[in-house]
């Protein structure tokens, strides 16, 4: 049986070690991204039950394709339809669920934590932020789908495309900001995935 492990579900995403090198089990496995996808998408629909069009995004961990592909599986199983923006940061997917009208917005990433660990952050509709007794109850939801569960077979069918929404986004951006003279900067993303978009953006921008 699947394991959830309550101690990943913080204050304001879901966070753990999603690889270990001593070959131990992680605390997030594809196994239960996909659980946690199921219970995702059953809370949004709770929250929401007309229309649940999400859209999910991941970080550059090497953990995050597979997390992302079960946890996709896991929302669309529970009746979401899925838009899969591939590589983003987690701005961009605020941003998405406000400017491109979606029911709330994902990415797998732990933020700012070592390179073992992965996570879920979720927004739902108007970027509203998923956190505190909210994510309790996707747990709660999470551990009931363990239960209903004989055992966890991730289904084989191919979740959508990648539907990168870059450029949609840096040209927000550069309608929202303006440089009212040239400058020369130096980018340093720390290993992250702003590295992806970073220097595209502040070329458009002029530098």
Excluded at 26 to 40: F, H, M, N, Q, R
Excluded at 42 to 66: E, F, H
Excluded at 67 to 87: F, M, P, R
Excluded at 164 to 181: F, N
Aim: net charge negative; charged share 20%; aromatic share 6%.
């Amino acid at each position: 049986m699947t394991y959830i492990n309550p101690h990943i579900f913080r204050a304001y995403d879901i966070r753990g070690i999603a690889m270990r090198e001593d070959g131990t089990t992680p605390d997030l496995t594809v196994e239960s991204s996909y659980i946690i996808g199921i219970a995702t998408g059953r809370y949004m629909k709770q929250i929401s039950p007309l229309s649940q069009k999400l859209i999910v995004g991941r970080d550059n961990r090497l953990t995050g394709p597979a997390l992302q592909e079960a946890y996709i599986k896991g929302l669309i199983e529970s009746g979401c339809t899925v838009d899969n923006a591939g590589l983003a940061t987690s701005p961009m997917i605020y941003w998405a669920t406000c400017a491109l009208q979606y029911d709330g917005g994902i990415n797998i990433t732990a933020s700012h934590n070592p390179k073992e660990y992965n996570g879920i952050k979720i927004v739902a509709k108007g970027a509203h932020s998923i956190c505190g007794d909210e994510l309790q109850e996707i747990l709660k939801i999470a551990q009931e789908v363990v239960q209903e569960k004989a055992s966890i077979e991730i289904p084989q069918t191919p979740i959508p495309p990648e539907t990168p929404i870059s450029q949609e986004y840096i040209e927000d951006l550069l309608h929202r900001a303006h440089l009212h003279r040239p400058l020369k900067i130096v980018i340093d993303a720390g290993n992250a995935t702003t590295g992806a978009f970073a220097p595209e953006l502040f070329k458009k921008f002029g530098c």
